[in-house]
């Protein structure tokens, strides 16, 4: 759940950041994959995290 949720604000957040730079269509797709990717990695580590927790 937190990587989907991950995914998806991390595209927009880094489409949003491109498009207020002035970048064009290529930058925002760039933008938008970088952030997903690693916004989705977070929430990875997120969830391995909560898993580790609520296991014991």
Known sequence: ???????VLGALGGGWQ??????GVADIAQ???VYAILFGLIGLF?????D???RG
Do not use: P
């Open 1 to 7: 759940m937190f990587v989907i949720a991950g995914l």
């Open 18 to 23: 491109a498009r207020r730079r002035g970048g």
């Open 31 to 33: 933008y938008a994959a």
């Open 46 to 50: 997120v969830t391995l995290g909560v």
């Open 52 to 54: 580790r927790m609520v």
